[in-house]
């Protein structure tokens, strides 16, 4: 089945430090690629998104890539801050544009003051 | 406006027993999904709805789960003869519709727990 592979499941950083979670997927057809933040004990909230006829996006200090060719995409957060500690899924949408997500098993960021 | 919205929060059960667990999209939202979620884990598909019907149902583990959406707005998911192994999260997510890049709004979802 469709699957998207997530690296690293645990992360731990400076505060201040650069964080990367790569993503890699298998639908040829996913068009459209979301990142979500999970607090503890919380809703799953979209912080970032990109679709496929876009290699780029930047929102303030958090950046997405995405690379077609290779399918894979990654979340970049600069300048980190110790509110940004939580779990973070990467998804892909399978099926092209009228399909479901398929989320990746979490990265676990945790930025040390 | 309102988010999503599920109940009940917790639902603690025993073994065999027969679960409904609600979903209250955002007003007019006609995409509806729903995720399972275990410890340590990725949200899971297992089904969702454009309107009233379900578009894919392909997530639902076996024949013990099943969805209704009757009216195009609040979904129930049914379990039947629920089994500890059901012990999990259950995620509701809307969107204004299925096709395109449209963001699904989560819900805060329902702790299942099966004894």
């Known amino acids: 089945g469709e699957n998207v592979e997530q690296h690293p499941s645990t992360l731990s950083v400076q505060e201040g430090d650069s964080a990367v979670i790569k993503c890699t997927y298998s639908?040829?057809?996913?068009?459209?690629f979301p990142w979500y933040k999970q607090e503890l004990g919380k809703r799953p909230q979209l912080i970032i998104d990109?679709?496929?006829?876009?290699g780029e996006k930047k929102d303030q200090r958090i950046a997405v890539t995405l690379n077609k060719t290779a399918k894979h995409f990654s979340l970049h957060i600069t300048e980190t801050q110790p509110e940004d500690s939580a779990v973070y899924f990467c998804?892909?949408?399978?099926?092209?544009?009228?399909?479901?997500?398929?989320f990746g098993k979490g990265t676990k960021l945790s930025v040390k003051p | 406006g309102a988010g999503v919205s599920q109940t009940p929060s917790n639902k603690v059960t025993e073994k065999g027993k027969y679960v409904e667990l609600r979903c209250d999209p955002i007003?007019?939202?006609?995409?509806l999904y729903w995720y399972r979620q275990s410890l340590g884990q990725g949200p899971e598909f297992l089904i969702y709805?454009?309107?009233?019907?379900?578009?894919?149902d392909s997530g639902l583990p076996n024949d013990r789960f099943f969805a209704v959406r009757p009216e195009g707005s609040v979904s129930t998911l049914k379990i039947q003869r629920t089994e500890r192994g059901d012990s999990a999260v259950y995620l509701c997510?809307?969107?204004?519709?299925?096709?395109?890049?449209?963001?699904?709004?989560f819900g805060p979802g329902t702790r299942l727990t099966v004894l």
């Open positions: 007003s007019g939202h006609t995409a």
């Open positions: 998804a892909a949408k399978y099926g092209g544009s009228q399909g479901n997500l398929i």
């Open positions: 709805f454009q309107g009233t019907g379900a578009a894919d």
């Open positions: 639908d040829s057809a996913s068009n459209y």
């Open positions: 997510a809307s969107s204004p519709e299925a096709a395109g890049y449209n963001e699904q709004f």
């Open positions: 990109i679709r496929s006829n876009v």
